[in-house]
């Protein structure tokens, strides 16, 4: 099946820094990729949605300077958090659609293993 | 905007019980997923409802579409441990290119042996 490859599982930063999260679909191309926070005891929060080639769509209240998403190719697509803050602190999940006819919707949203960011 | 309200939020029970989670959309939905999330872990896709009254069985958890395509339930017959985590409903955006998902809150399961 699908596998969609997110690291750091884990990170720890000094407020300040920047932080890059990477996912990478290892077994098919991910023309679409969605980046989503989620808080302990909550549900998933999408941040922005990305595609191929093309500038991510960030959804209300998400900003986009301080969340700058890359989908440079059908398998990579990064998360930098610019100028960390505590408040930044969260587990941040990439789930990847593939292009229709490949399984993308049949087998859902393949989801990676997520990041836990912590900022000090 | 469009919304999917999913309850309970938290469910208790005894192993051998069994358990019902709910979802309602706002709106007609072009299909809904269900997802499992283990503490700790990520979500992982269940299956995928896009019939109107479409019925799936999965062993011992059954998935339900409502006939207005906008409600979906999972029940889960004869719980045990290893249910145990978060079950996520998640309706099938239409809107504009992207296709997002709108997910509902979660129900929490946990499972007393």
């Known amino acids: 099946g699908a596998v969609v490859s997110q690291h750091p599982s884990w990170v720890i930063c000094k407020s300040g820094t920047s932080v890059k999260i990477e996912c990478r679909s290892l077994d098919f191309q991910a023309t679409t990729m969605f980046w989503y926070r989620q808080f302990p005891k909550q549900s998933l929060m999408l941040m922005a949605t990305?595609?191929?080639?093309?500038?991510?769509?960030?959804e209300q209240g998400v900003e986009k300077d301080k969340f700058l998403i890359n989908h440079a190719s059908l398998t990579l697509s990064t998360l930098t958090v610019t100028s960390a803050h505590p408040e930044d602190s969260s587990f941040y999940i990439c789930?990847?659609?593939?292009?229709?006819?490949?399984?993308?919707?049949?087998?859902?949203?393949?989801f990676g293993s997520g990041t836990r960011l912590t900022v000090v | 905007g469009q919304q999917v309200m999913q309850i309970p939020q938290y469910q208790h029970v005894q192993e051998g019980e069994d358990f019902t989670t709910y979802c309602n959309s706002s709106t007609t939905l072009s299909n809904i997923q269900w997802y499992k999330q283990r503490p700790g872990g990520h979500p992982v896709f269940l299956i995928q409802?896009?019939?109107s009254g479409e019925v799936k069985k999965q062993k011992r958890l059954t998935f339900q579409f409502g006939e207005a395509k906008k409600n979906s339930s999972l029940h889960i017959t004869a719980t045990q441990t290893t249910d145990v985590g978060t079950y996520f409903c998640a309706g099938l955006d239409n809107a504009g290119n992207n296709r997002k998902l709108i997910w509902g809150l979660g129900t929490s399961l946990a499972v007393n042996p």
């Open positions: 409802l896009v019939k």
């Open positions: 789930s990847a659609r593939g292009p229709p006819g490949t399984g993308g919707i049949d087998y859902g949203y393949t």
């Open positions: 990305s595609n191929e080639g093309s500038k991510a769509t960030y």
